[in-house]
T-cell receptor, first 109, second 114 residues
Framework: KNEVEQSPQNLTAQEGEFITINCSYS?????LHWLQQHPGGGIVSLFM???GKKKHGRLIATINIQEKHSSLHITASHPRDSAVYIC???????????FGTGTRLKVLA | DTAVSQTPKYLVTQMGNDKSIKCEQN?????MYWYKQDSKKFLKIMFS???????INETVPNRFSPKSPDKAHLNLHINSLELGDSAVYFC?????????????FGPGTRLTVL
């Protein structure tokens, strides 16, 4: 079992749909990152969370420290949101930085 | 202006050769990283430097040697290249560490070992 699990692995949605991508981890963390990797390969950092919720445009990220779970939501999805979304955690008390396997999102027009 | 740049973008070389990939950031950040993304697209951290000092060194073969001449540069030198080293290598930087700050990624270097 991976220390960082993402679900679903693949997701196809219609334009305009509300999308949720989940990330679960096994031990205490000091921070969680959500990254977006475009089809061309470039990686962009979307959020860094240690508690609560953050919002940027149509993207919302939440984290529940007690449940060791984070979600990334995309409202009013658009084909340009098609990408791989990757969750990464920094484990507490260490510099250990582990990535999830990613969720491949395709939004159809 | 490019915030985090890597050179070269593509590198094709023979097994056994020694090669380097350069990374520069003009953001004034203190921390820089090297990541490897394998053929299955799985990202893994290799190294992290803070103010030219090594703070993360994951289980990477010692054929890989990072060098940080100053805090704006973190180069990756690879000796005796093997087929399994073929991957995309990403450099990144952040103001502080991964537990406190967002990271900014370079465009990646696709290494192919023949």
């Amino acid at each position: 079992k991976n220390e960082v699990e993402q679900s679903p692995q693949n997701l196809t949605a219609q334009e305009g749909e509300f999308i949720t991508i989940n990330c679960s981890y096994s031990v205490g963390i000091s921070a969680l990152h959500w990254l977006q990797q475009h089809p061309g390969g470039g990686i962009v950092s979307l959020f860094m969370l240690s508690s609560g919720k953050k919002k940027h445009g149509r993207l919302i990220a939440t984290i529940n420290i007690q449940e060791k779970h984070s979600s990334l939501h995309i409202t009013a999805s658009h084909p340009r949101d098609s990408a791989v979304y990757i969750c990464a955690v920094v484990f507490s008390g260490t510099y250990k930085y582990i990535f999830g396997t990613g969720t491949r999102l395709k939004v159809l027009a | 202006d490019t915030a985090v740049s890597q050179t070269p973008k593509y590198l094709v070389t023979q097994m056994g050769n020694d090669k380097s990939i350069k990374c520069e950031q003009n953001l004034g950040h203190d921390t820089m990283y090297w990541y490897k993304q394998d053929s299955k697209k799985f990202l893994k951290i290799m190294f992290s430097y803070n103010n030219k000092e090594l703070i993360i060194n994951e289980t990477v073969p010692n054929r890989f040697s990072p060098k940080s001449p100053d805090k704006a540069h973190l180069n990756l030198h690879i000796n005796s290249l093997e087929l399994g080293d073929s991957a995309v290598y990403f450099c990144a930087s952040s103001p502080g560490g991964a537990s406190t700050d967002t990271q900014y990624f370079g465009p990646g270097t696709r290494l192919t070992v023949l």
